[in-house]
């Protein structure tokens, strides 16, 4: 099951919302993925990783990286997440001349 939580506007507890439900889904014992795709990162910090010191989405978007080994492991054994970075801003520029860039 896929649960994708999104909104234009800020400020309305997206990412708490994520963290949350996926903690939550975790200690019920549900395998859970968060990813993390906004360049300020919060979701990443926000379950202990730090997003300046770990590979991310970004290198999956531009250098083609598999996503699977990019995926962390949280304190919570059953929460694992795929992190983001600052450079995700530049990230629709850099693909702009990039084949199949949908």
Do not use: F
């Amino acid at each position: 099951k896929i649960i994708a939580i999104a909104n234009q506007k800020g400020g309305v507890g997206k990412t708490t919302s994520a963290i949350n439900l996926g903690g939550c889904l975790g200690v019920l014992e549900y395998k859970t993925l968060i990813v993390d795709a906004d360049p300020q990162a919060n979701a990443t910090s926000g379950v202990g990783l730090d997003p300046k010191n770990s590979r991310n989405i970004y290198e999956c978007l531009i250098n083609e990286a598999d996503p699977t080994d990019l995926i962390y492991q949280t304190e919570n054994p059953n929460l694992d997440i795929l992190p983001s970075h600052i450079d995700l801003v530049g990230a629709e520029l850099e693909m702009i001349n990039m084949p199949n860039r949908e």
